[in-house]
């Protein structure tokens, strides 16, 4: 009974350094794909510093038995890659009326900034509404809540204040925030203060992550 043979053909050294760096080549693409994967999904993003806008929106509802309703919303939209959260915020409605004495002309120049204000002056007499939270981010905050929002995303706190509708022409919304991006390590050491007209405030000594706001609406008679 024949055996049949058979020829095996053996690479040269030519040969096999080439097919070693092949594999070497398909070895380093794949890690090479790996870590620009894992780089851009998830260690390029957390080194991001966060991105955000702050917005507070004042709607006026219907004047009922001669109250006024403002529905105040506060808004964070996230418009980064990483998670921010609020460590303390606070807010704060103020009635104003038309100031008695004459109307005169305010100017500021500096180097950064130029206004000139002659309109009728307004001045706060009552305050409306306040309110100032200390949530996990900050040292001594409740560590039960927190206001996370992720990227891309918007959080939003409401509220509602009743105003006489012919008392106080123009409210003055004053807001405080410490933002930063979540988790916050370390927590920031903020306390909440009460202001000489009775409003709550937020005191610290960090500046970093503080975000002030003043911004007034006309309430419109209706």
Known sequence: MKRELRVHSVPTKAEQIRIIVEIVAIVAAGIWALYTFVYEQRIKPLAEAPSFSIAT???????????????????????????????????SVYGEQIAKRRQRESRTETVTRAQVTADVPRRKVALLFSIAK???????????????????????????????????????????????????????????????????????????GEYDADDEYPIRPR
Do not use: C, M
Not at 62 to 68: E, I, K, Q, R, S
Not at 192 to 205: E, F, H, K, N, W
């Open 134 to 208: 200390l949530r996990n981010g900050a040292v001594q905050g409740n560590q039960n809540i927190a206001f996370y929002v992720p990227p891309h995303s918007s959080g939003d706190a409401v509220y509602l204040v009743a105003v006489p509708a012919r008392v106080y022409p123009v409210v003055l919304v004053a807001r405080k925030d410490y933002i930063a991006k979540a988790p916050i390590a370390p927590k920031i050491a903020v306390r909440i203060v009460r202001t000489p007209q009775g409003a709550y405030d937020l005191q610290s000594s960090q500046l970093t």
């Open 57 to 91: 929106v004042v709607e006026q509802s219907a004047t009922t038995n001669g109250v006024v309703f403002l529905t105040v919303r506060k808004r964070l939209e996230n418009t980064g890659n990483v998670g921010i959260d609020i460590a303390a915020e606070a807010l």
